[in-house]
């Protein structure tokens, strides 16, 4: 399977301790996107990474939360201290980024879920 | 005031009918929009792209209209398999600014 991969899909842990997701995107995809989705919502951005530079950061990343993409490949997304209201589908996207585009795709993982309780 | 927000539905309709609904995009520097379609604890996947022009891919037809900052999808000949929730993206493109904003989603049931 070449598309995006998430680990763990699964996700239960007690409040105030720490977890880290792992995403490895698409082989040649330069660009790495991470994205919160809870029931009833659509996926809201998080952070992306061009190449193993983060670009951008949401307000909704609190500095609980870091990302690493150390050699532009794989990425990692830790959560420290642990709260119920973290409790959402972490999703991770990857694309091909060419400056002469502004038409792209972005290719989604299947997520993983974070239930804290 | 969300960037993208869409009638959640949900649209319950029976095969072969044919569905439509909107979204309201805020930002009119937006520069790129897209359906994304997603399917009950699936990732969202790459519908379609929506042109300016209007643009049809099967039995689905996308149109843009700028001036009210809305964007609409069609679905003719409903299926089964078309069951799923339907999200608006729209992507403001700039200097270091990809990132896609999603609408919460418009729910569409097609019974037998």
């Known amino acids: 399977d070449t598309g995006v991969s998430q680990d763990p899909r699964h996700k239960i842990t007690k409040r105030g301790q720490n977890v880290t997701f792992r995403c490895d995107p698409i082989?040649?995809?330069?660009?790495l996107y991470w994205y919160r989705q809870t029931l009833g919502q659509g996926p809201e951005f998080l952070t992306y990474?061009?190449?193993?530079?983060?670009?951008?950061k949401s307000r909704l990343l609190s500095d609980r939360f870091s990302a690493e993409r150390p050699k532009g490949s794989f990425s990692t997304l830790e959560i420290q201290r642990t709260e119920q209201g973290d409790s959402a589908m972490y999703l991770c996207?990857?694309?091909?980024?060419?400056?002469?585009?502004?038409?792209?795709?972005?290719?989604f993982g299947p997520g993983t879920r974070l239930t804290v309780t | 005031r969300k960037e993208v927000e869409q009638d959640p539905g949900p649209f319950n309709v029976p095969e072969g009918a044919t569905v439509a609904f909107n979204c309201t995009y805020s930002n009119s520097a937006s520069q790129s929009f897209f359906w994304y379609r997603q399917d009950c604890r699936k990732e969202p996947k790459l519908l379609m792209s929506v042109y300016s022009s209007g643009n049809e891919d099967g039995r689905f037809t996308a149109q843009l209209n700028r001036a009210s900052q809305y964007i609409s999808l069609l679905i003719r000949d409903s299926k089964l398999s078309d069951s799923a929730t339907y999200l608006c993206?729209?992507?403001?493109?700039?200097?270091?600014?990809?990132?896609?904003?999603f609408g919460a989603g418009t729910t569409v049931t097609v019974r037998a």
């Open positions: 990474f061009q190449n193993e530079a983060q670009l951008e």
């Open positions: 993206v729209v992507n403001i493109v700039g200097s270091n600014d990809y990132k896609l904003s």
């Open positions: 082989s040649e995809h330069n660009r």
């Open positions: 996207a990857s694309s091909l980024q060419d400056p002469r585009d502004t038409d792209y795709e972005q290719y």
